[in-house]
């Protein structure tokens, strides 16, 4: 038999408010731009496109790396901010770290075709496919 419980959304927001707030009263993270960044990949038949939003990051600080059908992108940043007013600071910002993302792609990456380029804050990434390779009917003697 089936038992009837009453529902009440007021309970469950302040049950979603609460939930975490004893465990982990503070929080350490770092900001939300620093901790990682965003990356678009779209395909055609001949090649992937993979566009890295890295704001404020120096190109001699990002490296790549391609490994078959895996790529990943490494940044070093170095970011500060300062706001004054006067002689008096007001805020400051700082971070600084590494970030790192990979992605295995559908299909092996041409490493002789490949193309990067970083303007504006924004890493492009033109990747073609290695032709897959076919299969080899072999006779038999």
Known sequence: MASITRYSPLDE??????RGFFVRPVSYEM???????RVDVSENEK?????AELP??????????I??????ISAEVKSEKD????DRVLRTERYFGKLYRAFTLGQAVEES???ARYADGVLELALPKKAAAQAKRISIQ
């Open 31 to 37: 900001p939300a731009g620093a901790a990682q960044f």
């Open 113 to 115: 075709g490949t193309h």
């Open 56 to 65: 404020g990051v120096k190109k001699e600080d990002i490296n790549v790396t």
């Open 67 to 72: 490994d078959g059908d895996t790529v990943a």
């Open 83 to 86: 706001v004054k007013n006067g």
């Open 13 to 18: 927001a302040f049950d979603d408010l609460f």
């Open 47 to 51: 090649a992937y496109t993979l566009r």
